[in-house]
């Protein structure tokens, strides 16, 4: 073992959605006999990542994780660097010259592939992107084209649940929340009259969860449709159905709502329907007309198969979301199939399955973008046990002055924000959201910024 560290440990952290920020929370706690300074850096001049940028406005439980990782980022014992850009305004080797160990918790925010002919239409939309859209991401056009009566959404998560109380929402609910004024209007001007919801397996295989299903009933004035004939169960279904709660509440509510009548003669309907899937887009003059959908059978272990029967349905609009899919990270591995920095429990491993050493890894981009965001905290602890196991070897930024990492992004003309920039960014938002007139009289609790300039100029003004 190396003689005891006479300064702190220098740990750049990069993306500041939960996992980085988890990450970080969780070393300064542990126990270790070290100090420890940490920077935490997003490619946003505003922290939080998905929790910003990926959760639908309409949901209260999140503003509780929101305060939470404002807590922890308020104590002062981690900074906060934002609007730099991994790869582009900071290099792998401008890391490794003034920082000892390097966690990257970028996440997965594009959506998985969906191969099927008619992916390519205009109308076929990813359903991350949509996402993005109406959380006000600055990297995302602000017109929405919300022009279809009938859509469809692929996919049994939770996104997919989201993205289809979004779109079946009359947006005048949605004015107590933080969507920004362009996705009002657009949602205000949408002609929806239905959105089907598409699971390729049965009511006991979905991936959304008890509450998220229980909220699509909470929408005013749309009515929930079901189908007698795709509520099937094999004995893979009763089995998860009598010994897993989750499943079981939520077979409960959906066979519920099957045998009460739904029907209060609604503006707006959304339909679940299940063991169907997606077989092509039909288009016309290359736009969305359709969705051809195959008849899938339970196989009795939960999985399903092909029945050979087809049903069209005539949408104009298709939102994919069967899940998202992280991207590669400039100058590390990465696993296409799996979407993750190739890693053993937060090592990052070289091409021969070596770790590198101070590289590691947390969050989606470790293990894929699955689970809720509680999940990444025992994600975090994992990547923070190897790095105190590692510790010993970690030492070796050749320039590990805090202010030298600030001096670099100055000397390149990065506008960079902080903690005390994000507080002037949230204030002003906030401020919007009391003062907002445009919309009637409806105080919000806030109202986002959008363009990046915009984050930045006030952030650092
Ligand atoms: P997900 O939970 O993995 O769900 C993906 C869905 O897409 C599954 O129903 C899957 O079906 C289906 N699918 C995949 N490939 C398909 C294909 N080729 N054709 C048809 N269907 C296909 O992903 P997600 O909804 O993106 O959510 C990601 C994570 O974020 C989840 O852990 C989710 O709970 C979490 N999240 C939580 C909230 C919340 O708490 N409110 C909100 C958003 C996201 P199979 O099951 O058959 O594979």
């Given at each position: 073992m190396t003689s005891a560290p006479t300064r702190p440990l220098r740990l750049a952290i990069i993306g500041a959605g939960p996992a980085g920020v988890y990450t970080a929370d969780l070393l300064t706690k542990a126990e270790r006999d070290f100090e420890v300074s940490i920077d935490l850096f997003d490619?946003?001049?505003?922290?939080y990542g998905l929790i910003r940028y990926g959760v639908a406005p309409d949901h209260p439980r999140i503003k509780g994780i929101v305060k939470a990782l404002h807590k922890v980022m308020d104590r002062g014992d981690i900074r906060f660097l934002g609007g730099v850009d991994f790869g582009t305004d900071l290099t792998l080797e401008d890391l490794r010259e003034h920082y000892d160990a390097i966690v990257f918790s970028t996440g997965a925010v594009r959506d998985a592939d969906l191969?099927?002919?008619?992916?390519?239409?205009?109308?076929?939309?990813?359903g991350a992107d949509f996402v993005s859209w109406y959380d006000g991401?600055?990297?995302?056009?602000?017109?929405?084209?919300?022009?279809?009566k009938e859509v469809a959404v692929i996919g049994n998560g939770n996104v997919a649940l989201d993205v289809a109380r979004m779109l079946s929402k009359h947006a005048d609910d949605l004015l107590?929340?933080?969507?920004?004024e362009n996705v009002y209007e657009g949602l205000k001007a949408s002609p929806v009259t239905d959105v089907h919801v598409f699971g390729r397996r049965g009511p006991a295989q979905v991936k959304f969860t008890p509450l998220e299903l229980r909220e699509l009933a909470h929408s005013k004035d749309v009515d929930i449709v079901l189908y007698p004939e795709d509520f099937e169960f094999d004995e893979a279904s009763e089995q998860v159905a009598a010994t897993n709660n989750q499943v079981k509440t939520m077979v409960g509510t959906l066979t519920n709502w099957l045998v009460?009548?739904?029907?209060?003669?609604?503006s707006r309907r959304l339909h679940l329907h299940f063991l169907q899937q997606p077989v092509e887009i039909l288009g016309e003059a290359g736009q969305v007309a359709g969705l051809r959908m195959e008849r899938m059978e339970l196989d009795g272990t939960g999985n399903v198969k092909g029945t050979g029967e087809y049903i069209d349905y005539p949408v104009q609009a298709v939102y994919r979301a069967i899940g998202y899919h992280g991207s590669p990270v400039p100058g590390l591995g990465y696993d296409e199939r799996k979407g993750v920095i190739p890693n053993d429990a937060g090592r990052i491993l070289d091409e021969n399955g070596t770790p590198v050493p101070g590289l590691y890894a947390s969050g989606w981009i470790k293990r894929g973008p699955v689970g809720l965001i509680g999940h990444t905290k025992g994600d975090a602890l994992e990547t923070i046990g190897c790095m105190l196991e590692d510790q010993p070897d970690l030492w070796s930024a050749a320039n590990p002055d805090e202010q030298a990492v600030i001096d670099l992004l100055e000397s390149r003309g990065i506008e960079y924000t902080t903690w005390e920039g994000w507080l002037k960014l949230d204030e002003h938002e906030l401020g919007l959201g009391a003062t907002a007139t445009g919309s009637g009289p409806v105080q919000r609790e806030r109202v986002k910024v959008v363009p990046r300039e915009d984050m930045t100029r006030i952030s650092r003004g």
């Open positions: 490619r946003y001049p505003a922290p191969p099927v002919p008619g992916v390519d239409l205009e109308g076929s939309f990813g991401h600055p990297d995302v056009p602000r017109q929405w084209p919300l022009t279809a107590v929340t933080e969507i920004p009460e009548d739904q029907d209060s003669g609604a």
